[in-house]
């Protein structure tokens, strides 16, 4: 069975791009959540989607946004990224959270320069 | 103003020893807890979970202890082997509208086992 599946897993970008993470979730499960992970602040929730509808959200700011497909895929994007955006991006998915918990993928390292 | 980073709690513990790894929850309405191992390039995974209804939970080589009245989980590895150092992070939930999807991590703990 395959995991969580985040691409790409390194990225590099500049001050004031733009980028498009991905994750593809286990099989059959419908929520994905996102998290920012800093030496900094730590594990921080970005948003959870279920059945392609944002239902809760994070404290950052509107520059952080997502969105799930009827496959269940999830795409965040940053845009007008600044040099504190610099983190391990982690994507998680469940089929039913609080029965069995969240599995998380390896994660998108972004360095932001 | 400048961020300061984390100092993650270290445990040093010899192979074979019996480890404890303490996590002090946040929301006195988190009724859902769960224990993640996370290794270095790797995302967290799961290890063990427990409910509130529950004080304590057993799986293979790991307890987890849970005590409401203080807010506080801990996680218990019997026979700590080599291949457990990583870092340790309690998370927690609460059933509710604006809990979906949203686990709240501690800090973490790192745990370094020598042979």
């Known amino acids: 069975k395959a995991g969580v599946t985040q691409t790409p897993r390194y990225l590099i970008k500049t001050r004031g791009q733009q980028v498009t993470l991905s994750c593809s979730p286990i099989?059959?499960?419908?929520?994905v959540s996102w998290y920012q992970q800093t030496p900094g602040q730590g594990l921080q929730f970005l948003f959870e989607?279920?059945?392609?509808?944002?239902?809760n959200k994070g404290n950052f700011p509107g520059r952080f946004s997502g969105r799930q497909f009827s496959n269940s895929r999830s795409e965040m994007n940053v845009s007008t990224l600044e040099l504190g955006d610099s983190a391990l991006y982690l994507c998680?998915?469940?089929?039913?959270?609080?029965?069995?918990?969240?599995?998380f993928g390896s994660g998108t390292r972004l360095t932001v320069v | 103003g400048e961020s300061v980073g984390l100092h993650l709690p270290t445990l040093s513990v010899q192979e074979g020893d019996n480890s404890i790894i303490n996590c002090a929850y946040s929301?006195?309405?988190?009724?859902?807890f769960i224990w993640y191992k996370q290794e270095s390039g790797k995302g967290p995974q799961f290890i063990i979970d427990?409910?509130?209804?529950?004080d304590k939970r057993q799986g293979q080589r790991v307890t987890v202890l849970l005590n409401k009245t203080v807010k506080h989980l801990s996680l218990q590895i019997a026979a700590t082997q080599p291949g457990d150092s990583a870092v340790y992070f309690c998370?927690?939930?609460?059933?509710?509208?604006?809990?979906?999807?949203?686990?709240?991590f501690g800090q973490g703990t790192i745990l370094t086992v020598h042979p």
């Open positions: 998680a998915s469940s089929l039913s959270a609080r029965e069995h918990g969240y599995t």
């Open positions: 099989s059959g499960h419908r929520s």
């Open positions: 989607y279920f059945s392609e509808t944002q239902r």
């Open positions: 929301n006195s309405a988190s009724d859902y």
């Open positions: 427990i409910r509130s209804n529950m």
């Open positions: 998370a927690e939930n609460f059933a509710g509208g604006t809990s979906y999807g949203k686990l709240t």
